[in-house]
């Protein structure tokens, strides 16, 4: 009986500081946007809004800024190393990037470049761009609850889809056709 006592105080606890953290970390303000800024992003990003631009770093230190593919398809992919969905698709988004022609961009942002990314990249034989978000900010802007999470946006920068949860290459081709 105490030992149940015991683990439900602690299960408590634990939740207790979790709840405190995130609560922490929803009144932080990002350094680059103003809290109606933050707010508004949050409340509109969806289907036919225009995606959030970024500017993230490559594994290879190249600076990727998404309002410079402008004109191009782009299949946004939030991942991370330890995600046994996200290692079952990187394959498929592999075999995907082969295939695909100039018009369309696969872009992998990383939410965990703490750890062994390259490592990751080189085991897997990924030759599609891998950006690392290190400040968490542009996981946060998408709103990424669950990854793997894939956005699909057209050339004029909407977002025409999100897909969450592991990708197959029939879906990966089936959203990339419906792109204008």
């Excluded at 770093?57 to 330890?82: I, P």
């Excluded at 750890?115 to 990751?120: A, I, N, P, S």
């Excluded at 891998?130 to 920068?157: H, R």
Aim: aromatic share 6%.
């Amino acid at each position: 009986m105490i030992k149940k006592v015991i683990a439900a105080v602690l299960l408590i606890t634990l939740l207790t500081v979790a709840i405190v953290q995130a609560m922490d970390k929803r009144t932080e303000k990002p350094e680059t946007e103003t809290a109606s800024q933050t707010a508004s992003t949050k409340e509109t990003l969806g289907i036919g809004v225009k995606a959030p631009d970024f500017e993230l770093k490559t594994l290879t230190g190249e600076t990727v800024k998404l309002s410079n593919l402008k004109g191009k398809k782009v299949m946004l992919n939030f991942w991370a190393t330890w995600c046994g969905p996200c290692k079952a698709e990187m394959p498929e988004m592999e075999q995907f990037s082969k295939q695909i022609g100039d018009d369309i961009v696969i872009l992998a942002v990383n939410i965990d470049p703490q750890l062994d990314v390259k490592g990751f990249v080189d085991e897997n034989k990924i030759t599609f761009p891998i950006l690392l978000d290190t400040d968490d900010k542009v996981n946060e802007t998408y709103q990424i609850m669950a990854i793997p999470t894939t956005y699909f946006i057209d050339s004029k920068g909407i977002i025409q889809n999100k897909y969450p949860g592991t990708m197959k290459l029939n879906i990966m081709e089936e959203y990339t056709k419906k792109l204008n």
